[in-house]
């Protein structure tokens, strides 16, 4: 797996992609939830896709580790966050197919009828 270097302010933060679970769009701040909790940076959305192989948009202000998704419903999905708890983010029709596929890509499921 590989690192991400993101911009804090005059500081650098360095994160393994497995650890980052959620990045949210806020105004001119990106937003991580990951392993050691919640850190702003400036980095845009694209910047960091761009960094990795895993994070996928499900909406136009959410990336989403489609490996830490644990229900996924017409308009929403509901993610496993490091700490154990779930957070529900939107899922919009434009990126829905694509994440879709991503998750049956990985194959590392059993899909119940």
């Known amino acids: 797996m590989g690192r991400i270097c993101l911009s804090m302010g005059h500081e650098k933060i360095f994160l393994r992609e497995a650890e980052l679970a959620v990045c949210e769009r806020q105004g001119r701040y990106t937003r991580l939830y990951h392993r050691?909790?919640?850190?702003?940076?400036?980095?845009?959305?694209d910047a960091i896709l761009r960094q990795t192989r895993q994070m996928q948009y499900c909406h136009q202000s959410f990336?989403?580790?489609?490996?830490?998704?644990?229900?996924?419903?017409?308009?929403e999905c509901?993610?496993?966050?490091?700490?154990?708890?779930?957070m529900i983010?939107?899922?919009s029709k434009k990126y829905g197919e694509?994440?879709?596929?991503?998750l049956y890509e990985k194959g590392d499921f059993t899909e119940i009828p």
């Open 36 to 45: 050691y909790g919640q850190t702003d940076v400036r980095e845009n959305l």
């Open 78 to 86: 509901q993610v496993r966050l490091p700490d154990g708890k779930l």
């Open 63 to 75: 990336l989403v580790n489609p490996g830490r998704i644990f229900r996924l419903r017409s308009g």
């Open 89 to 91: 983010i939107p899922v």
């Open 98 to 102: 694509q994440l879709l596929a991503k």
